[in-house]
């Protein structure tokens, strides 16, 4: 079945740097990918929607200038949380399509120090 | 607008008892309804959909879930329950087939007791 990878599977910063997380569709092209967020034992937050060849769109109170979004192939999106904060940390998940069913990566622990 | 409910926190069960986990749904049109499981520090895993046909819908695992038009609901089950179910649970729905995101319940913790 298909696939979508995430990298890395945890990261830990300084505070003020940047990090990227990469998200693939390993078998299908994604022209949509999800960028979710999980506080702990919460549920999934949509934090954007990252669109192939256009820019993101991006829920309500999220920062967008803070979580940059590039989608510039139809098999890879990546997330930059730039300038990281403590309160940047937390669980990052991606999410494809391939209707109907939904693939979701392995998820990125990001831990701001 | 759509939305799940996951009316439970944390469900607590004995090893070797059935279980169910409650999920109800809010869409307008047909939806296509998943139950994912997710391990600590980990992604989710996918343990079944319905997207049309038969009510019941069996998926990995054991688990197999009812879901009901009338009442809107879609509650996972698993006949005989086992402490490696032990985990996070969450229902999620989509009514589009296309590159819609899936909008989740909040989560049930599912503690299987030895």
């Known amino acids: 079945g298909a696939v979508v990878s995430q990298h890395p599977s945890r990261v830990i910063c300084k505070s003020g740097t940047s990090v990227k997380i990469e998200c693939r569709s390993l078998d299908f092209q994604a022209t949509t990918m999800f960028w979710y967020r999980q506080f702990p034992k919460q549920s999934l937050m949509l934090m954007a929607t990252?669109?192939?060849?256009?820019?993101?769109?991006?829920e309500q109170g999220v920062e967008k200038d803070k979580f940059l979004i590039n989608h510039a192939s139809l098999t890879l999106s990546t997330l930059t949380v730039t300038s990281a904060h403590p309160e940047d940390s937390s669980f990052y998940i991606c999410?494809?399509?391939?209707?109907?069913?939904?693939?979701f990566g392995q998820g990125t622990r990001l831990t701001v120090v | 607008a759509q939305s799940v409910a996951q009316p439970e926190d944390q469900v607590n069960v004995a090893e070797g008892n059935p279980l169910t986990v409650k999920c109800t749904y809010s869409v307008s049109g047909n939806p296509y309804l998943f139950w994912y499981v997710q391990y600590p520090n980990r992604g989710l895993q996918f343990l079944l959909k319905?997207?049309?046909?038969?009510?019941l819908v069996k998926g990995s695992y054991g688990f197999e879930a009812e879901f009901n038009k009338s009442q809107t609901s879609f509650h996972l089950k698993k006949p005989s329950a086992l402490v490696s179910d032990s985990a996070l649970y969450f229902c999620?729905?989509?009514?589009?087939?296309?590159?819609?995101?899936?909008?989740f319940g909040k989560g049930t913790r599912l503690s299987v007791i030895a």
């Open positions: 319905y997207i049309t046909g038969d009510n």
């Open positions: 999410s494809a399509r391939f209707a109907p069913e939904a693939f």
């Open positions: 999620a729905v989509s009514f589009i087939s296309g590159n819609t995101p899936l909008v």
């Open positions: 990252s669109n192939e060849g256009s820019k993101a769109t991006y």
